[in-house]
């Protein structure tokens, strides 16, 4: 079962610009957690940011938490041509132990 | 640490084969492993939650007899493919939770499916 939703479903961008993604979700969490996936590869976790946070960095990347919204956005900023990938936010349930349920992702295209 | 591996990462079978993935914890042990798959420009859907030494969970709309999911120590959980279907070709990953931290999950890369 998907509960998150991001937007946009695509973003094509310039090299050197910023990138946003948004992540709304349905139910309340322990952690949200960004990962991205490059064509036809695993999953890369990026970051966590935990129920009782509002931001977190992390090198170029910069995610915030709204839990009164259920809303996520993961920033790149100064992108590469390199950040071209998948981008999946994924939210942990507060039931401990329960999996990681998956948004359906934006695809971001980065071109030099 | 928190390695997890898959094998094979790529398997290729005829229609009516069945196939075996293994999915290892490296460096912890493994009380809970998930089973997801995805299909082609899509998410990664839920298939199954299993825990050691009991049976697995199924999310609905998936199929228990076609997806045997054992889950007999806790460094090692398989997912066999029974009597594939072209339409089971997909990419499944799996990942595993280190039970003494119940909110955090580490995937494995990942095995391509495909079935001719």
């Known amino acids: 079962s998907q509960q998150g939703e991001e937007d946009p479903q695509a973003l094509s961008i310039q090299e050197g610009e910023n990138a946003t993604m948004n992540c709304s979700y349905k139910t309340s969490i322990n952690n949200l957690q960004w990962y991205r996936q490059n064509s036809g590869r695993g999953l890369v976790h990026l970051i966590l940011i935990r129920s009782n946070e509002r931001e977190k960095h992390s090198g170029r990347l910069r995610v915030t938490l709204d839990t009164s919204k259920k809303s996520s956005s993961l920033l790149i900023t100064a992108s590469r041509a390199a950040d071209t990938a998948s981008y999946f936010c994924?939210?942990?349930?507060?039931?401990?132990?329960?999996?990681?349920?998956f948004g359906k992702g934006t695809t971001l295209s980065v071109s030099s | 640490g928190a390695v997890v591996s898959q094998h094979p990462s790529r398997v290729i079978c005829k229609s009516g084969t069945s196939v075996k993935i293994e999915c290892r914890s490296l460096?912890?042990?493994?009380?809970?492993m998930f089973w997801y798959r995805q299909f082609p420009k899509q998410s990664l859907m839920l298939m199954a939650t299993s825990n050691e030494g009991s049976k697995a969970t199924y999310e609905q709309g998936v199929e228990k007899d076609k997806f045997l999911i054992n889950h007999a120590s806790l460094t090692l959980s398989t997912l066999t493919v029974t009597s594939a279907h072209p339409e089971d070709s997909s990419f499944y990953i799996c990942?595993?939770?280190?039970?003494?931290?119940?909110?955090?999950?580490?995937f494995g890369p990942g095995t391509r499916l495909t079935v001719t």
């Open positions: 994924a939210t942990a349930p507060n039931q401990a132990g329960t999996a990681l349920i």
């Open positions: 990942s595993a939770r280190n039970g003494d931290r119940p909110y955090e999950q580490y």
């Open positions: 460096d912890f042990q493994a009380t809970t």
